[in-house]
């Protein structure tokens, strides 16, 4: 079954770049996307198909996708940005994949 | 505004089967898909499978294949998801949520709140 890799976690100092990676086979043939999962709350997207930002996130989220690997940036990183973050895709038999998950600290 | 609203927390005995309901508002339930993921206490999301608001049609998980059924009531906008057998494992909050298609893929925009189902002895 196809799997999605991400690292467990990330800290970064407020006002850094956050990078998230999320590494699969194949990966640049599809398109990614990302959710952001507060404690105790849904999920909610914040990248769509590779590089989208749907109406509501801030400028400051931004997605990339080359090779086996997507990565979701965070310029400017707010206390607020503090959250678990998921990659998500489709395989060939449309089954969706999330990935692991990174826990980005803000400290 | 589009809104999901799931069922209650439940709690099962190991054996037991589970029905968790999604009940959509502010959007044409048959334009679009609903997907049901779930999350395990201190775990990742796992996606679980999908139904089209249109016909029914569904696509499982592998692993889920042959334990869980998912149906929709077009009546009342209203999507099922039945996972039989449970053990322990199925703890877990489950999420019903909606697919928007974009070009030639899709991603979920909207999602439930969660219904945490227990199951325990």
């Known amino acids: 079954s196809y799997e999605l890799t991400q690292s467990p976690s990330l800290s970064v100092s407020p006002g850094q770049t956050a990078r998230i990676t999320c590494s699969g086979g194949n990966l640049g043939n599809k398109y990614v996307c990302w959710y952001q999962q507060k404690p105790g709350q849904s999920p909610v997207v914040v990248i769509y198909h590779d590089t989208q930002r749907p109406s509501g996130i801030p400028e400051r989220f931004s997605g990339s996708s080359s090779g086996n690997t997507a990565t979701l940036t965070i310029s400017g990183t707010q206390a607020m940005d503090e959250a678990d973050y998921y990659c998500q895709a489709w395989d060939s038999s449309s089954a969706s994949v999330f990935g692991g998950g990174t826990k980005l600290t803000v400290l | 505004q589009v809104n999901l609203v799931q069922s209650g927390p439940e709690v099962k005995r190991p054996g037991a089967s589970v029905k968790v309901s999604c009940r959509a508002s502010g959007y044409s339930f048959p334009i679009f898909g609903l997907n049901w993921v779930r999350q395990a206490p201190g775990q990742g999301l796992e996606w679980m499978g999908w139904i089209s608001g249109y016909n029914g049609n569904t696509n499982y998980a592998q692993k889920f294949q042959g334990r869980v059924t998912m149906t929709t009531d077009t009546s009342t906008s209203t999507a099922y998801m039945e996972l039989r057998s449970l053990t322990s494992d199925d703890t877990a909050v489950y999420y019903c949520?909606?697919?928007?298609?974009?070009?030639?893929?899709?991603?979920?925009?909207?999602w439930g709140q969660g219904t945490l189902v227990t199951v325990s002895s």
């Open positions: 949520s909606r697919t928007k298609y974009y070009e030639s893929s899709g991603y979920f925009d909207y």
